[in-house]
């Protein structure tokens, strides 16, 4: 046999081969704009994709870096690759295009191949996008179980005269309180609706342009938080400004009931066969500066019990009250009352707490009038027509059937203002899961025709249960459900096991298991991809001569979307100046630790700041961040209350960060106030911010800076306000040249003109553990503002500032906690010394001090 070649021996060998992992990916027109490739969405091609090391990647293509174009189906790929960590950047986005999908893109690359997807969508104009919610405890803030309010109506404000006008763009907010506009780049006002408070014969308030805000006298609006409300929003070419928020807080009322305490219980009982009498002519007040003691009408309000022992207080806001019986010496007079002797003269003695502390909201404080899905408020509007999620009647006792006396809503006509507030989940009182019927004989047959027998059948009905609430509603827009999986579980495994019997409901949601033997049963569900069971997906049937019923609910899976914005005022609210920021990871933290760990859900914001969860079943969910280096987070944690089939919106996550004002002196030749050339820098001049604003330095609160070599008076670690600068003319303060030559004080805007960010201070933040990225978000980096974003357009240098708003930054800025920054200016406009001592993060008073959110509903 004659010897092989070594080619010919290869070739009769067993061929094993290896080669390094790749990345493989794919560029596509993300036509939806969602992050996410569907079948109907093209690749890409030319697209130019750089691939760098983690370690020193910049963007652009440096010796050892590599640079692929995209095919013709938008694909591309880098194989034969080292295992470890690389970037991945879409260099140039195509002309008329933003990124969809985070942009650089960070890929571990282990033992298998990475797959990769890089989205663009056109650019098509602009938009504003926002929610109207019911403001519980009134703090211009949404917490996570304020609801939105459906159909009320958003409009922009073209003229600026405060009202509606014919050809103003208006919508209606939706389900979820959610609304839009699509928009040309520039500057809108944003309103709501205006409303008589007056009603007609059949309770509909009636439109009037000239009226007040929706709901003035028991809905006042709380957005912003401790402003005006109203809402300006500046929108750029391309851009969508989201998280514009309008909401509305309840006005509650503390009623008071007044009884003589015979057995001195603290409650009212009845006594000997009669229920403990109340006590008329009591004079209560609210103790507002709780100096236990009335201090006149204009100071205090006061309400005296009825001829049924009850007294009231109306109009009040989301706070805690000390609600005060007095006890007047002589007569009602005292207290703005008739001049009779005052009822409790003959009860003196008190038996339940005297102040009583009631908190609004709480469950001694109601709302003044009814906002509610069952109770809507009802608005005569010609254009509306009810959607099949509106209520259809006002359900007067709450108990979801209509019954006598309870009055239909019109279909068309009115419109009903609701708070969509999300049921309990699963369904607290469903219709019963499983119903038996009679099989009855067939009377149709004829003379010997023979005797016929059957056995038992279990039928399933399978419907969309779109309000979770386990009770079919066809009114409501529920319709069946078809193609649903549906087995008898033999083994009770909650897995459908070869033999068992299965069906799938067909176009009207129904089945049938038929000529069963009598005995016992599991019928179990298989429940679809993207919905939660509001009623039980197993129910136990026990046949024996009777057709049994199983109806199975199941309700669309919820969602939250939000927003990450620079919170430039800390005042926890997006204003309509106050930009995005892209490429923050926001996670759920399902064990609450503060930390993104391994497998929990997380995103990252696309480059307007937007993120969303999605087909997220009904409960309670921890919506955190990972803050981005050298900012802090200015809003509170969000804890959203998530219920069925509900997208909860505008989820707010706000950053600021500190800023270093460098405020420049120069020797002023020619007197002119203006740095020409040839005058040269100021060295040691003294500066000050001048807190107080009382036009001096003081030393014990207020810091002393001098000029560097550059002539450069530096204040670091400032937060974002209008600060008074000083110039230090005092004689304890040397000052080698004594005249000026330009006004003094200057107002700086920080950020502004002369400040750029502090260096980020160390920072105990939440540590990425896992990696789990949804391709939802878009491009990287906040873009630097060429003008002062506190004025949209740059601030003058010489404007003063209009309250004392200064602040200096704590030394922990960067920890990702919520801090009351009101709290920190009243500390600041004290003293300097301790106002940095109040930044201790530990300390209890730097936490949110409105009323605990208390669920109504």
Known sequence: MADLTNEERIAQQLQVGNAGPAILGIKFNDLNADGIRQANEPGLANVPILLEPAVGSNGTLDAGDVSVLTNANGSFSFINLVPGNYVLTETTVPAGFRSTTPNPLAVTVGNTNANVFFGNTQVVGSRIVGCKYL???????????????????????????????????????????????????????????????????????????????????????????????????????????????????????????????????????????????????????????????????????????????????????????????????????????????????????????????????????????????????????????????????????????????????????????????????????????????????????????????????????????????????????????????????????????????????????????TNLATGSYTVREVVPAGFSPSTSVAVPVTLSTQDANVTFANTPNSNITGCKFEDFNLNSYRDGNEPAIPNVSIYLDTNNNGALDAGEPTTVTDQFGRFAFNNLTPGTYNLREVPPPGFFQTTPALNIVLGPNQTFTCALIGNSRTYDLRVPKFRDDNRNGIQDSGEPPLVDIPFTLDLNKNGRYDPATEPLVRTDANGIALFPNLFPAAYSVLEVFDPSVPNPFPIATGPNPVSFDVPGPNTSPSVPLPAATPQRVGQSIDLLTGDTGVAAASTDPLTNGGGSAVVQASSVDSLLAPETAGVSSFIDFNALKDAAEASIVSFLEAQKLDEPKLMLGAPTSTPLF
């Open 135 to 513: 403001d519980v405890n009134g703090d211009g803030f949404r917490d996570g179980n304020e609801p939105g309010i459906k159909n009320v109506r958003i409009y922009l404000d073209i003229n600026g005269n405060g009202q509606r006008d014919a050809g103003e763009p208006n919508t209606l907010t939706d389900k979820n309180g959610e609304w839009l506009f699509d928009v040309a780049p520039g500057t809108y006002k944003v309103r709501e609706e205006r409303i008589a408070s007056q009603v007609d014969a059949n309770g509909l308030r009636l439109n009037s342009p000239t009226a007040e805000p929706l709901e003035t006298q028991d809905f006042p609006q709380s957005t912003p938080p401790n402003n005006i409300p109203v809402l300006d929003v500046t929108v750029a070419a391309g851009q969508t400004f989201s998280c514009a928020q309008v909401g509305d807080t309840p006005l509650y009322q503390i009623e008071i009931n007044k009884f003589r305490d015979l057995d001195r219980s603290g409650t009212r009982n009845v006594v000997s066969g009669v229920l403990e009498s109340p006590i008329p002519n009591v004079p209560f007040i609210l103790d507002l500066n709780g100096n236990g003691r009335w201090d006149g009408p204009a100071a205090e309000p006061v309400a005296i019990t009825d001829a049924n022992g009850v007294a009231t207080f109306k109009n009040l806001r989301a706070a805690n009250y000390s609600v005060l019986e007095v006890f007047p010496r002589t007569s009602l007079s005292e207290v703005g009352g008739p001049n009779i002797p005052p009822g409790n003269l003959n009860a003196p003695v008190s038996t339940t707490p005297n102040p009583a502390l009631v908190s609004a909201p709480g469950p001694q404080a109601r709302f003044q009038a009814s906002i509610s899905r069952e109770q809507p408020l009802l608005v005569a509007d010609s254009s509306y027509t009810l959607k099949p999620n509106d209520p259809k009647f006002v359900d007067n006792n709450l108990d979801g059937i209509q019954q006598p006396g309870e009055p239909s809503i019109a279909v068309t006509g009115v419109r009903p203002i609701f708070a969509n507030t999300p049921l309990a989940f699963p369904a607290t009182n469903p219709s019963p899961a499983l119903t038996f019927t009679p099989v009855g004989a067939n009377t149709g047959a004829g003379t010997n025709a023979g005797v016929g027998n059957t056995r038992p059948n279990i039928t399933v009905f399978k419907y969309n249960d779109l309000n979770g609430n386990g009770r079919y509603e066809p009114i409501q827009g529920e319709a069946p459900l078809s193609g649903v999986n549906v087995f008898i579980d033999t083994n009770n495994n909650g897995v459908a096991d070869t033999g068992e019997q299965q069906i799938q409901t067909n176009a009207q949601g129904r089945g049938a298991f």
